[in-house]
């Protein structure tokens, strides 16, 4: 009796599950497609791809905000990007005490622009010919609120 209870309960169940109705989705409004427009980054005078500037014009912009624009002037919002500061240095052999040139690198994610005072200090105080200052993973956004990358800065000290 206890397998002819479970069997019938096991065939309805089969037979039930079989007529299932889906959710129908509500119709979905289409959406336009974007072409986003070409970006540019701005530092003060510098723009774009790779700058050389003397060290007096790379302490006194750096200080400055960072802008991105597009090809009509529309100014985006600078949501975040990562500054690399690579700078010269030396290094020592312990062993034999001889000193042989090298660089460094100072880098970091910001969320706000200007860079933060103790970064334009630091790199005010140890700037030199030959090092680089380095704006990439510019992401900006307009005025709907959609996200976009900007091109890269690389201003080379002379």
């Known amino acids: ?16 599950a079989t007529h299932v109705i889906a959710q129908k989705t509500p119709a979905t409004a ?7 427009p070409k970006l540019y980054t701005h530092l003060g005078n510098a723009i774009d791809s790779i700058v050389t500037l003397t060290e007096a014009e790379a302490e006194n912009i750096i200080a400055l905000p960072l802008k991105v624009v597009d090809d009509k002037k529309n100014v985006y919002s600078v949501t975040s990007y990562q500054f ?27 969320t ?6 103790l970064w334009v200090n630091q790199v005010r105080e140890q700037l ?3 090092e680089y200052l380095y704006f990439f993973d510019v992401i900006a956004k307009d005025a709907q609120g959609r996200v976009m990358y900007a091109s890269t800065l690389k201003i080379m000290v002379k």
């Open 1 to 16: 009796m206890r397998i002819n209870k479970f069997l019938f309960i096991s065939i309805g169940l089969l037979f039930g």
């Open 30 to 36: 289409k959406t336009q497609k974007f072409k986003a």
């Open 84 to 110: 690399l500061y690579n700078r010269r240095v030396v290094t020592e052999d312990e062993m034999s005490g001889k000193v042989t040139p090298t660089s460094s690198i100072a880098s970091s994610r910001f």
């Open 112 to 117: 706000s622009t200007p860079l933060p005072q």
């Open 128 to 130: 030199k010919s030959g």
